[in-house]
Every structure is written in C-alpha cells, then in structure tokens.
C-alpha cells in the first residue's frame, strides 16, 4: 500500500478553472487591448514622426472627369490633381468604363483601351502638380446624356505615396521643441500646483465635511445628497455656471463684492494671471470635495465605537479624540486618497479647458496636449507632451502600489 | 491659549466670528433674493456680535435682550447688516433674519457655559458646536449658489440680466414666457433630439459595461490562476490612463475608419472608458460575498457559469445597480470624446449640445438653460438612489 501524498503542482482541476478564468477574462481584456493599449502604443509611435493635423489625409490623386466639345470634337477629358502640396505620388493610374454608346477614336498614347475599359498609366504626379488625358470619342446618343451618364461613374484612381504615419522616417523634433524654452517648465509647475493644492484641498474641505455629517440626525441623507451635487452634475454644466458667475462685466460675483464694497472695479476672475490658476484650483476642490468625504465618511463609520468610549474613560478632550484617534485610524485612506486623487487632477482637462481654456497662465500639461495637436494642428507635438504624461503617470503609480499594498493590502 | 478658555472671552470671540458669518450670509442671501443692495459691516458685525455672544451667557434674559438689540440696531441702520435703497419690508425681513439667526446659533453654542473660567472640554465642546454650525452654512451656500444662479439665470431674459446681475427674483406676470429659452431650445436647438441620444448612449453603454465587467470582475475574484494579481493591477493602472491622452490616438483611427463623427463610434467607445471602474468596483464586491454559498450550488453539480447566473448575480444585484448608476452618471456627462468626435448637429450628445451653445450670438440664458436641462435629470436619478450611489462608489474602490 503506498501512502497518500497530497498532489502536486496544478491538477486538472486547477487549469480547468484557469482556462474558465481567462475564457471569462478574454472579451475585456480585447476590447481594454484594442481601445487602451493600442492607442498607447499609436501615441508612442506618433510621437517620433513630425506629423500635422492636415497629414492625418494621406496626400492622393483626385481626379475630374467630363465630356466636352461636341459633334467631331467630342472628347473624354480627366482632369487629375495632386492633393497635397508638399508629396509627390508616384505611379499614378485610372482604371473606368465607358458608359453604352461611347467609342474612343484616338486614346492618348498613355491610355489602353479594350472592351469599353480605359486604363491609363500617368506615371508620377509633382507636389501639388496637375495632369490632364484627353481621349476623342464619338457618340452614338444624345451628347448631354452621355456626359451625364459618364461623370455620374467615377473613375477609380490610384497611386502611391509615402504616408508619413507608416513610414519609417523618426525624428526627436517633437521632444527637442516641448522641452525647448521655458514654456514647457512653466506648463509643468501650473501642474504640479493644479494636482498638488487642488488635491490637499479637496481632501480637507472633503474631511470637514465627513465630520459634519458624521452622526445621525434628521435630513443627514438629504444634506449628504446635496453635498454630493457637485461631483454628479455634468461638467460642462457647473463649468458654464461658474463662469456666468464670476464674468468680470455681467457676473453675479462682481456685482455682488461691487456692491458690497469689497471691490471698486470688476475682477477678472478667470482671465487674470495668478488668479485665474487659484479659481481653477478652487473649482477642483469645490468640484471633488464630495469624492474625498464619501470615501472618509465610509471610513469613519466603520471605526469601532469602543475606542472613543475607552478615550472618554481616559479623559480625552473631543480635539484629542480627533487629533490621536480619528485622524490616525483615517491616515489610510487619505493617503490612498491623495494619491488616487493627485494622479486624476494631474490627468484633468475637461475642468480647466471649459474654464479658461488654458489662458491666463492655467495651461496644464492636458491642455497643452490639446494645445499642439488642435490649435497649432501639430499633432506629433501633441503626442510627445502625451507621452511625457504617461511617463509621470507610470512614475506615480509605481508609488501608489506600493502605498497602496501596504495600507489596504492589496 | 488658557486666557482664552474664559466663558465671556469665548462667548466673545464666537460671537464675532458667527455673527461676521451670518451678516455675510444674510446680505448675499437677500441680495439674491430680492437683487437690492445688502451688505455685511465687518466692525459693526464684530462689536455687537461680541456683545451678543456675552449676553448669551446670561440665561434667557441676556438672550432676549442680545436678540432685541440685534435687532432694534440693525432697523435703525447700525447693525451688521446694512442696506442701501430698500424697501421697508425686505429690510424688515433681512433684520429679523439676521438677528434670530445670530442668535439662536450664538446660545446653542453657547449653551451651559460658565461666565468664569471654563474646562477644556465645555471649551472644545463650544467651539466644534460653532464650528459644525459654521460648517452647514458655508457647505450648503458653496453648493447651492451655483446651481440657484444656473436655474434663476435660465428663467431670465437677456434685458434683465444686463440690467442687474444681482436681481434672481422671478417676475411672475411674465407667467408661461418664464420658460422662453427651454422652448427656445427644445425647438430651435433641438436639444429634444440630444437628450434621447444622450439618454440611449448612457443605456447601451450600461449595457454593454454590464455584460463585459460582470464575467471579468468575477473571474478576477473567484478564480484562481496565473496573474490574477497582475491583472487586478493592471485595471486600475488603465483606470488612471487620461483620456486626452487616449482621445488623441482614437480621433485619429476613427478618422481613417470613418467612425468619427456617428454614435456608433461614441458607443463604442464609452464602455472601454467605463470598464475598468466597473470591473474594480464589482470584484471587491463579489469578493465579499459568502464564497460558501457558490461552492455549494456546485456541489449540488451546477457549473461555473450557471453557479454565477443563479447565485451570485441575484445576490449582487444592489453592487450592480450602483454600478450601473455610476457608469451611467458618466456616460452622460461625458464631454471630452464628445466633443472630439462629434461634428454633426444631429448626432450631439446633451454635452456636446451646450458645448456648441457657447458662443457670443446665443444668450447665455440659453447656455443655462442647456445646462439645467442636462442636470435636472441626473440629479433626479441620483436623489432618487443616493442610497445606492453612494454605497457603490465606497465599496469596490476603498478596499481592492
């Protein structure tokens, strides 16, 4: 009789449930693949090429097709044009049937025709160059009929050029011009103050909060949802109000300190250069304090009464219970908060494009992204100052793990 | 520090920094209300607040007496409160607000607190009383200020908001012409056509995150194989990955595809956005759940997949209704990939709507009015299940 052993390494069993996990597991993780990674990977790539909003149409052949003159005269003409003005196509050609009752006479020399099928071979097209084919034809119907017919059917050209996302010219432009000049470490410090104040902001505003609401009474669910407007209404919405709010010659705000003698002339709150980042930062907290108090009022509830009974015993004074008992049993969370929080504001756009636009001295790094790809049509540009935001994401998770595995043990 | 811990110092210092908060309160609280000019007086405020709040120390007689002469001063123009050309009933009103709220606050914090000398703890208990009290004013006024001005600023023509921004009354006589811009909008702007589509966006985009993250999140949190932990990782890493960074490739694929510009392409590409909290959110669910329970559907020989479609979805069904707030609540008020990717007025989304609505031919009542039409909704949804709300969006992301 042999003795039992307990198996080892994976049974059956265990790889049967493994393939079940990821047969589970496969649909996402293509869908996440192709619309995350890939786009990644495409920014990555983008990045190296000196690509413009207007390269993002390959450069093509486009061509015109009409029946002119009439009687002996009558000729099939294509007019071809390059659509861009900077690449040159080469081997260009046009491939198209001639409509019932069209009979070519006399092709250009570059055309062949068989079986009513014209093909014609016109070699390379310059930068922004023009070719025109011209083949005599006799008609055997109505001539306006005919050229209707024939312009109706367009002809299919073709030909090649360098498309400047597939090639394999690189280049470091887009770096060397981001990290040019010190517009780039301005961007950067307007970012670090943006994520920085507007994160420890709204986690103290957000921890004031939780400790109001933190016992029970009448309307404490009403409150709680009242607090929580601002984060669940849309954007767009509270972003539009706060700028008819505060509007230096028709805003409520204005009038209002005008009035109340706290100003003499209108302020420009979101046009104003060290105000306007400070309005931007207090929109974030007044926007994302209700994130920040439901995860600590999560958090307070679930300390165990008995401790602060055991403190009362000792003697403790309501500020000491908070300050040696609360806020320790709550550093947890704050921190995964912070840095939760950090990463999102560093990722923001949304809040301060709809705001100032990044006018005003508030161009973030989002923003600036925004920036070079739309409004200066640099899109390599735009993908390199992406890049360098991936690089700084990357930098702060790696630190939010660790953290993170150690507060909440993940 | 201890010579503050006397009752008539603190009762002094509270006085003034409550009765500061409420003359601030009150005249923006009426200057709203009525568009007339209210204002607080800093020195005036502090002097008879300290006052007050001494002679809210001395039992109901001091009370009375603080209450009376808040305001017997405030009518006669001295009082924290001043007005300029009022009528004599807004100012009544303003007064008597004024100074019952003074101090009916000032005696509830004050409440028990010897004149002399006071402990450390009726010191501290006083002082988070005014605290909390101060606390409830300033967060409902933060949060309820912009959405009164986004409502009231709606209901108003353009003559009346040039004439005074401060006036918010409402003028009644204009009866059923109030709501001009929100006809305006659902029939000029077709706004009626971007709140179905926004609408159905945010459903299939449910939908589609439901049938994706639910098989997903359960395999992250019941099985065991290779890489689970990676995985869970990794779908919080792309959690964090910012949209613009995203959009900029997307917009450029959808370009070539010819995706950009339909709502074919926008519902596609909101689940991939909404997947990874969904997924995060549900696993630390499902994890919670009596694995017990599970193993003994299979015990009784039903498979994995039955196990998950009879056990463990009806007992989750709370975690996937707030999941499915939540996904929903941005699906709707998503901006960014809207505004990138759709050109065409009759594809917008609500958000894209009043996006295009900002700009300087259109009223800006009718920007407000797109705005109040995108909230009122979401708000209506979100009151109605705050309960869920709030337990989901606590739940999966709190403990991994």
Known sequence: ?410 | MSALRHGYVTAALLGMFWTVTVAVTVAVAMSFLTGAPFRPSLLLSITTGALAGVGCLRGRAGIAVAAVGLLAIGLLGLGPVQTGEVGLFSDAAGQALAAAAAVLGLQSFLRGLPFGRLTRHEFEEAIIRFLTGFGYVFFTAIVAIPFYVMVMTSLKNQQQLVQNPLDFSIDLSRGWNLFDSYVELMTVFNFGSYLWTSFYVAVLTVILTLAFSIPGAYAVARMRFRGAAVFSRSILLIYMVPMIVLALPIYIGYSMVGLRNSVIGIVLIYPVTTIPVALYMLQGYFRGLPAEVEEAGLMDGLSRLAVIWKITLPLSLPALASVSLYVFMIAWNEFLLAFMLLDDPSKFTLTRGIASLDSSEIPRQHLMAGSVIATVPIMAIFLGLERFMTRGLTAGSVKG
């Not at chain 1, 009439?70 to 001639?98: C, E, K, M, P, W």
């Not at chain 1, 312009?151 to 090649?160: D, H, K, Y």
């Not at chain 1, 009448?218 to 509270?238: E, K, T």
């Open chain 1, 1 to 410: 009789m042999t003795d039992a052993v307990p198996p080892k390494g994976r049974g059956p069993l265990a790889r049967r449930e493994a393939r079940l996990a990821w047969g589970l597991l496969a649909p996402t993780v293509a869908i996440v693949s192709a619309v995350v990674i890939l786009p990644l990977l495409a920014i990555f790539w983008i990045s190296f090429k000196p690509v413009g909003l207007a390269d993002l149409r390959p450069p093509a052949p486009v061509v015109r097709e009409s029946l002119r003159g009439s009687g002996d005269d009558l000729r099939l003409q294509y007019r071809l044009r390059n659509s861009s003005r900077d690449i040159a196509i080469s081997g260009v050609t046009i491939t198209d049937t001639l409509p019932p009752g069209l009979s070519v006479r006399q092709a250009d020399s570059r055309c062949d025709v068989s079986d009513g099928q014209i093909f014609c071979d016109i070699g390379d097209l310059k930068p922004g160059g023009r070719d025109e084919i011209e083949l005599s034809v006799a008609a055997d119907r109505d001539a306006d009929e005919l050229g209707e017919e024939a312009e109706s059917s367009a002809p299919s050209v073709s030909g090649n050029a360098p498309n400047i996302l597939t090639n394999a010219e690189f280049t470091l432009e887009n770096f060397a011009r981001i990290f040019d000049g010190d517009e780039f470490w301005g961007v950067l410090g307007v970012t670090l103050f943006y994520a920085t104040v507007g994160t420890i902001g709204a986690l103290v505003v957000g921890l004031f909060a939780a400790l109001l609401l933190d016992r029970s009474f009448r309307g404490q669910g009403v409150l709680r949802g009242l607090y929580l407007f601002p984060y669940v209404a849309p954007v767009i919405a509270v972003a539009f109000t706060w700028v008819i709010l505060f509007d230096p010659f028709s805003g409520s705000a204005n009038a209002l300190l005008i009035r109340m003698g706290v100003t003499e002339s209108a302020i420009n709150f979101f046009g104003d250069r060290p105000l306007a980042l400070i309005m931007v930062t207090i929109f974030e907290i007044w926007r994302y304090f209700p994130l920040s108090f439901l995860f600590i009022l999560a958090r307070m509830q679930s300390i165990p009464e008995d401790m602060y009974e055991a403190a009362d015993m000792d003697g403790a004074s309501p500020f000491q219970k908070f300050w040696f008992l609360s806020l320790p049993q709550l550093l947890g969370i704050l921190s995964v908060l912070f840095l939760l929080r950090f990463i999102w504001t560093f990722n923001k756009f949304d809040d301060i494009f709809l705001l100032t636009g990044g006018n005003a001295g508030t161009r973030t790094l989002t923003v600036s992204v925004y920036e070079q790809a739309f409004a200066v049509s640099n899109i390599g540009a735009g993908a390199a100052v992406a890049v360098v935001i991936f690089g700084c994401l990357l930098l702060f998770s790696a630190f939010f793990f660790k953290v993170i595995s150690r507060e909440e043990g993940l």
